[in-house]
Structure formats: structure tokens, C-alpha cells
């Protein structure tokens, strides 16, 4: 984010329904780099598959897909695009 404001950063299943909320709040200026563990909001892992997030800041609103995959030894990785931030040494 550019300046200090409110801030979302939520996760939601295909069909609409809020997976997990990770950022709610006002933000400060700066890149941050979110984690997403797998789990709800009530801490159960989702299944993998095709979610979406949505980054609202103050009246904007981004919504990008993201792929959440099984990997062989059992674990998950979220595939999907970063999340906008300021260029390396920019």
C-alpha cells in the first residue's frame, strides 16, 4: 500500500462462501507478504482446489484466483499470483 488505511485481505471458495479472513484493519504503507496456512477461519484445512482472495483498500477492491494444491507428500501449496507490492529496490 501506498499510504496508511483500512485494509482486507479474505479468502473465499468458488462458490462465494468466506474461507478465511488474514487481514482486517488499518495498514501502513509498505509491501507485507500474507501467509496462508490452508485453514478456515476456524482453523480446518480446505480442500484443495480453485479459491479466490479479494484485497480491499479503502474504496478499492482486487479479486485474483489462486489455486490451492495437494502436493505428494501430503502438504499444500497455494499457486497463484502475488499480491501487489512495490518492485524490487523500488
Same mark, same amino acid.
Given at each position: 500500500?501506498?499510504?496508511?488505511?483500512?485494509?482486507?485481505?479474505?479468502?473465499?471458495?468458488?462458490?462465494?462462501?468466506?474461507?478465511?479472513?488474514?487481514?482486517?484493519?488499518?495498514?501502513?504503507?509498505?509491501?507485507?507478504?500474507? !501467509?496462508?496456512? +490452508?485453514?478456515?477461519?476456524? #482453523?480446518? *484445512?480446505?480442500?484443495? @482446489?480453485?479459491?479466490?482472495?479479494?484485497?480491499?483498500? =479503502?474504496?478499492?477492491?482486487?479479486?485474483?484466483? !489462486?489455486?490451492? +494444491?495437494?502436493?505428494?507428500? #501430503?502438504? *499444500?501449496?497455494?499457486? @497463484?499470483?502475488?499480491?501487489?507490492?512495490?518492485?524490487? =529496490?523500488?
Amino acid at each position: 500500500m501506498s499510504a496508511e488505511g483500512p485494509a482486507s485481505l479474505k479468502v473465499y471458495e468458488s462458490s462465494g462462501r468466506l474461507v478465511r479472513t488474514l487481514a482486517q484493519g488499518r495498514t501502513r504503507p509498505g509491501a507485507c507478504t500474507p !501467509v496462508w496456512d +490452508a485453514t478456515d477461519n476456524q #482453523g480446518r *484445512r480446505v480442500a484443495a @482446489g480453485v479459491d479466490f482472495y479479494s484485497l480491499g483498500t =479503502g474504496c478499492d477492491l482486487l479479486r485474483r484466483k !489462486v489455486v490451492l +494444491a495437494e502436493q505428494q507428500n #501430503g502438504g *499444500r501449496a497455494g499457486l @497463484g499470483p502475488a499480491l501487489p507490492g512495490p518492485s524490487p =529496490g523500488g
